[in-house]
């Protein structure tokens, strides 16, 4: 299943708006051009903005997909977890546990998120960054989405975060490929969350999350800390860290095999 942050799908998002939208729906160029000029008031550089939307061109693939989405699960938890956590995914992510453990011991330290929940989400996502991040241009995503009225706003906002990643020097413009709603890496942080989450655990002067591990656990932690989750204390559901982990995914199926999993790396 493509994507599970019902975050996007539900229309809420952590993304700030501009502070005056650019008009969405009609022509597609003229709404580019309203948007450059509110994204170069908002610090962005015009040649980033001319770099990165430049001859974008709208993805219909991308409407027909984001109209096709459901805010629910249709299965239970027990046929969804089934399809996602298996003996192969379980025996890989026990391979990272150990692969990475001087790492997870510093992220724990300074954050205090539990190393299996961080492989869990890292498996889920992109089967611990082997497996498929995306390949669509971020930027005829997000201005596709941005464009279309039913969440300009919301994307509006997405987009200018996706600019800010490329004006820090985070990702080269040729990096910038994603999902469907324009998430990115290996963990696939929507941009506002790249921008608002984001850590350079590497010491390499910027945040990459698509190549850099310690980025993206120490990211997916810091996410998670910063919303309230607490080291050694219960993530089932129905406790204070199982709400902390709603601002990862809205969904309570998905969170449950987070825990689910995460249980099953440390053999519980």
């Known amino acids: 299943m493509r994507r599970l942050h019902l975050a996007i799908l539900l229309g809420t998002s952590l993304a700030a708006s501009p502070a005056s939208a650019a008009r969405c729906g009609g022509d597609f160029n003229t709404f580019i051009a309203s948007f450059s000029s509110e994204a170069q008031g908002a610090g962005i550089s015009q040649d980033v903005i001319a770099q990165a939307l430049g001859g974008v061109q709208q993805d219909r693939g991308v ?48 954050y205090g998120v539990p190393r299996q929940i961080l492989v869990a989400i890292w498996g889920l996502e992109t089967d611990f960054g082997k497996g498929d991040m995306g390949k669509l241009p ?42 469907y709603a324009g998430e990115i890496g290996q963990t696939q942080f929507l941009p506002s969350s790249y ?15 698509r190549h850099s591990v310690a980025d993206v656990l120490a990211s ?4 998670l800390h910063t ?11 129905g406790s204070a860290n199982f709400e902390a982990m709603r601002e990862w995914n809205h969904a309570t199926i998905y969170r449950k095999t987070i825990g689910y999993f995460a249980d099953q790396l440390v053999g519980r």
């Open 138 to 179: 971020v930027f005829r995503v997000l201005a596709t989405l941005a464009h279309d009225c039913r969440r300009t706003e919301l994307f509006q906002g997405e987009l200018l975060a996706a600019l800010k990643i490329v004006q820090r020097g985070d990702l080269p413009l040729r990096e910038m490929i994603g999902a």
């Open 220 to 223: 997916t932690a810091n996410l």
């Open 63 to 110: 409407l027909a997909f984001d109209r096709r989405q459901r805010g629910t699960f249709t299965k239970t938890f027990e046929q969804y977890v089934s399809t996602r956590v298996g003996p192969g995914r379980i025996n890989g992510g026990r391979a990272m546990l150990a692969r990475y453990a001087p790492l997870f011991a510093s992220i724990e330290a300074k």
């Open 227 to 237: 919303n309230g989750f607490k080291m050694g204390a219960p993530y089932g559901e």
């Open 195 to 209: 921008i608002k989450y984001g850590v350079d655990f590497d010491g390499d002067g910027r945040v990459d999350l």
